[in-house]
């Protein structure tokens, strides 16, 4: 579908996407900005695809495309393709350095085989030659040779040197721009695309190693209700307090990722579901313990509280039957009254 929305944009048909996600975004009271009009492109481009979902969620719940919004749905949507144009910019760079350095190596290799050649000529001529003056030339020929080697060798050490560090610098750019792509710009937890490739990586080594593997799944309660009452930057307020302490709770191996919206994931692996309820009911608690300030204007905001729940899994188990069971135990959670961890199991001990 990507393929054929990079067509789509490349011929006479984008004149009618662009008339149309222009539409679209005025209907949804959406600005256009750079941002906001390549989300929409690729939005209505794939309306079925991940983002077009999440966008439809977000218009289902009457929630305002704000900034924020559009961050994140960059950052956990969009970050391929960005990406993808870091690493051609990179093998740009790669292809030009490995180049000059096969210059370098081509010249020196050049220049040893003429210095042989010329030592090989320099004793031929020392045998025939009888006086001094023979000798001066022949020393004198050798030392502007052996110069030039040496100028030839200095220049490859230099190219490779700085071929080096300049590698060594796009590497630390490229390992900078995945985890960028990896991260939730607002709440600086992982995002949703790298929650996917934890839990699917988590769940193949709970099957090589056979250890236990637990996920959980938070949700702010009445989160709705701190934007249409405080606005949306009070809301983005809320959820980078959430996720400070999740953070602080999910030191590796564990591992904390902002799955969507208010929606957050948790990842234990090797633990048991006694440790992992202890870790979740200690982010509740400490969550719910403080009454939050609006930063702006110093009002009192009230308690947050969150939802949890939490499924081990199962041996074979796949991430996406995983996920549904810790889901519902959220919405367990949820059901109950809020503000509290349930156990998956326990809900399958009590049916």
């Not at 440790?275 to 403080?290: C, G, M, P, T, W």
């Not at 810790?326 to 009590?350: F, I, W």
Request: charged share 30%; net charge negative; with cysteine.
């Amino acid at each position: 579908m990507a393929a054929q929305l990079e067509t789509t944009l490349r011929g006479p048909e984008a004149y009618g996407l662009a008339r149309r996600v222009i539409e679209a975004m005025e209907e949804a009271g959406v600005w256009p900005t750079p941002l906001n009009f390549e989300i929409w492109v690729h939005y209505l481009g794939d309306p079925e695809g991940p983002l077009g979902r999440e966008i439809k969620r977000l218009l289902a719940a009457s929630e305002p495309f704000t900034e924020a919004t559009a961050d994140m749905l960059a950052a956990e949507y969009l970050p391929r393709g960005r990406l993808t144009e870091e690493i051609r910019d990179a093998g740009r760079v790669l292809d030009r350095e490995l180049s000059s350095v096969s210059e370098a190596i081509a010249n020196a290799h050049k220049s040893q085989a003429a210095y042989g050649q010329t030592l090989d000529k320099a004793a031929t001529s020392i045998e025939s030659v009888g006086d001094g003056a023979g000798l001066q030339v022949i020393v004198s020929g050798l030392t502007s040779a052996t110069r030039k080697v040496q100028r030839e060798n200095e220049t490859l050490e230099k190219k490779l040197d700085a071929s080096t560090r300049e590698v060594a610098r796009l590497r630390e750019h490229l390992e900078q721009v995945r985890r960028d792509a990896m991260t939730d710009a607002l709440t600086n937890l992982a995002n949703r695309k790298a929650f996917d490739e934890h839990l699917e990586s988590a769940c193949a080594q709970a099957d090589a190693e056979g250890g236990a593997l637990t996920l959980a799944v938070l949700d702010i309660d009445h989160f709705k209700r701190f934007n249409d009452t405080w606005g949306h930057q009070t809301g983005d307020q809320v959820l980078r307090y959430v996720a400070s302490v999740m953070g602080r709770v999910a030191s590796a191996p564990r591992i904390a990722a902002r799955y969507g919206g208010e929606e957050f994931a948790m990842i234990f692996p090797r633990e048991s579901l006694a440790q992992v309820q202890n870790a979740l009911e200690s982010v509740r608690k400490e969550i719910a313990s403080r009454s939050l300030r609006r930063s702006s204007t110093d009002d009192e905001l009230g308690a947050v509280t969150l939802s949890a729940g939490f499924a081990q899994r199962r041996p074979g188990e796949t991430a996406s039957s995983l996920l549904d069971r810790a889901d519902t135990a959220l919405y367990a959670s949820k059901h109950a009254g809020r503000n509290r961890v349930t156990s998956a199991e326990r809900l399958a001990e009590a049916a």
